[in-house]
Structure formats: structure tokens, C-alpha cells
């Protein structure tokens, strides 16, 4: 007898497949089993490749002769068991970010320091060379990743204490990005944007977010499959892992996972934009991605964010990113009031309420001058 249609090969030796979906493969160096993590056998193969030149470089030496930046990768490599592909990715650019730092007028670097000898006032020298080029953001975000590497050292009895514990993040003094490009709209930006918009392949991508708070990365995962009697089951997201874009199996977060109703505005959108893909892409599969790249791959934000960029500059406004969309929904429904902030918070994923009034209800003074005059103080 045939195999079955839907039956999986047999994985190669070596390769097993983990609860979560993801690929393991497990290989030997000097009697020492190694294990790397992949969503495809090609993806565990090139970090295989990448772990066997860790280990020819020294990588796994003694913890007495570890500088910062191998033990920061000894760490990183544990991680990546239990996090998702795309916060590795981060945490790697955060760590090449830190160890390139020149930190005395020798021109060593923080990631050549020894661990042992790593002292608070190397970390504040490399925090304040990174204030220089970046955002205090991005700043704080290498502070907390080092506590949590050090105290990993710490509980392997590497270093007798975290000499980044003292350590303070600094205070932001940038403008907010939820006041700039994330910024909820106005009523007449929104009307302009969509007016000079017309003509964009994103157009129903943009109508869409407004009228659902969706991420853009639920958005871009969401298939026909996903909607069914009235509602949106967003149950994965695209995320940027370190080979590309790719369709998560999850939502960005576990609050992510949930049921939203699709407003008949959203509904619209989205056989429009089902429309378009039949006339371009001809054959349609229910289990494509509803909006896509014009030539059909998986939508990167930064194409979107170019897309806006154009659009806004066109109808002279100033420019949002596409997030700005999700912002403006939560605002509309705050501002009118005929939503539950619990209710809301569910709908958008949120873990908490403080989350959904702090990050995206904006109000501007006129509104605030308006709510107070329809009060009755007496």
C-alpha cells in the first residue's frame, strides 16, 4: 500500500520533532552531545554549522578564561530552547551591540573583558558608549539582557555576584513613538490617507487594521480558514526570525490567542482583497495568506511602512507607521465609550488593562475640554 497523502516522512537521523512544532537536531563534538533548534532541516543544518565554529573557536572553554561576549553566547545558546525564534534574534543583535563596544582609550572592547573580572563600572562605561547611537530604549534593553546572562553566571557559581545589579536604566528623554509614528490618527488624516491611498496594492491590508486593531503581523498570517460565522480566529503571527520572514505556528503572545468579532467594514476588505488575489494570482488556496506581496510572499512591515510613507507624504500629512491603525481603533473605542476596556483588551490581545489604556487611548486637550463641559458637577 501507497502512504498516505497526509502522512509525514520519516525524519532523518538525528532530526526529532518537538511539542511545539520546531525541529531538533542533536550531533557529537569530543564524546559531547549538542542540540540545535530549527523550523526546517535546512535551518537546523546552518546552526549546526554555526555551533561546530563556536566550539573550533573556543567558544565552551573553562568559566575561568570566559570573556563577556563568549559567555553572553553560551547563555544566548541556552535560550534558544525556550524562546522564539525572532527574541534570539534580537537578543544577538542586543549582544553584538554591547561586545563591540570600545570601553578605554587601549580600544578594547566590553566583549573581550574577562567574566571574572567584569566589574559595574565596565557596564556603565558601555552603557553610556551606546547612548551615543542609539535610543535610551534600545540602552536599557542591553542592561536588562546583561542582568539576566549574569545572573545565569551567577547561578553556575561563575561569578560570585551580578555586577550589573546596581546598574540603573536611564531615564527616556526621546519622544514617544506612540506620539509620533504610532500615533492614533485623526478623522482627517484618516479620511486623506485613504483618499491618496486609492490607488496602493495595501489598500483593504489599511482598511482592514482600522477596523479590527489586528497587529500587522495577525494580519499578514490571517488565511480564509481563519474567519468563520462572524468572527477572526488569530491564532499565529509573521514574525522575523534570523533566516527571514516566516509564519509562526503562535501568536505573538499568549493573550494573542483569541476570537474577535469582523465588523462588516473589515468583512468587506476582506472579499475585496480576495477578489484581487483571484484576478493576480489566479489560483487560490485557502490556505494562503489573505493579504500578501504583490508578488504573492509574505508581507514584511517594511514594505507596508514604505507603502504609508509615500502615501502620507501625497496627501500631506505627517507620517505613521502601520501600527498607528492599530492605535487609532483603540483610541475610536475608548473615546466613544461604548466599549468595555475589558472587552477591548481581549480583543486586542492584551494581558492587561493598564496595557491597552497606557500604550494606545490618546486623548487630545480639545477632547479632554469637551468630556469636562458635559459633566454636572452639580
Not at 560570585?160 to 528623554?173: F, M
Not at 509614528?181 to 491590508?205: G, M
Not at 487609532?328 to 481581549?346: A, D, N, Y
Not at 494606545?360 to 458635559?374: G, T, W
Amino acid at each position: 500500500m501507497g502512504k498516505r497523502k497526509n502522512e509525514e516522512k520519516p525524519l532523518p537521523i538525528g532530526f526529532t520533532r518537538r511539542s511545539n512544532g520546531k525541529l531538533e537536531y542533536r550531533f557529537f563534538v569530543e564524546g559531547k552531545r549538542f542540540s540545535v533548534y530549527g523550523a526546517t532541516q535546512k535551518e537546523c543544518k546552518q546552526k549546526e554549522t554555526e555551533k561546530r565554529e563556536q566550539l573550533k573557536n573556543g567558544i565552551y572553554k573553562s568559566s575561568k578564561s570566559l570573556t563577556v561576549q563568549e559567555w553572553l553566547l553560551r547563555w544566548l545558546d541556552r535560550r534558544e530552547k525556550k524562546v522564539k525564534s525572532q527574541t534570539i534574534r534580537v537578543y544577538r543583535k542586543l549582544i553584538n551591540r554591547m561586545c563591540k563596544q570600545r570601553i578605554d582609550e587601549v580600544g578594547s572592547t566590553f566583549g573581550e573583558i574577562k567574566l571574572v573580572k567584569l566589574e559595574a563600572d565596565n557596564i556603565r562605561d558601555m552603557q553610556n558608549m551606546i547612548l551615543k547611537d542609539v535610543k535610551t530604549r534600545t540602552a536599557n534593553d542591553c542592561i536588562s539582557l546583561l542582568k539576566k546572562a549574569l545572573t545565569a553566571a551567577v547561578d553556575d557559581r561563575i561569578l560570585p555576584y551580578n555586577p550589573a545589579s546596581g546598574v540603573e536604566r536611564v531615564k527616556r528623554t526621546e519622544v514617544q513613538v506612540r506620539d509620533t509614528i504610532h500615533r492614533a490618527l485623526s478623522s482627517s488624516e484618516v479620511d486623506s490617507f485613504f483618499q491618496a491611498a486609492e490607488n496602493s496594492w495595501y489598500y483593504w491590508l489599511y482598511e482592514f487594521l482600522l477596523n479590527t486593531g489586528l497587529r500587522i503581523g495577525e494580519a499578514s498570517a490571517l488565511t480564509a480558514t481563519d474567519i468563520k460565522d462572524g468572527t477572526i480566529s488569530i491564532n499565529k503571527t509573521v514574525a522575523r526570525t534570523e533566516i527571514g520572514y516566516e509564519i509562526s505556528k503562535q501568536a505573538k503572545t499568549e493573550a494573542g490567542t483569541r476570537i474577535v468579532p469582523l465588523l462588516p467594514e473589515a468583512w468587506n476588505a476582506v472579499n475585496q482583497q480576495s477578489r484581487i488575489n483571484r484576478i493576480v494570482f489566479r489560483k487560490e488556496n485557502s490556505s494562503k495568506p489573505i493579504f500578501r506581496l504583490p508578488k504573492g510572499g509574505i508581507i514584511r512591515p517594511d514594505r507596508v511602512n514604505d507603502d504609508i510613507k509615500h502615501i502620507c507624504d501625497e496627501a500631506g500629512i505627517e507620517r505613521f507607521s502601520c501600527h498607528a491603525f492599530r492605535a487609532t481603533f483603540t483610541s475610536r473605542c475608548v473615546q466613544q465609550g461604548k466599549i468595555p476596556v475589558v472587552e477591548l483588551m481581549k480583543i486586542l490581545g492584551h494581558k492587561d488593562v493598564q496595557m491597552t489604556l497606557g500604550l494606545y487611548a490618546h486623548s487630545d486637550n480639545e477632547q479632554i475640554r469637551e468630556h469636562l463641559l458635559a459633566v454636572n458637577f452639580r
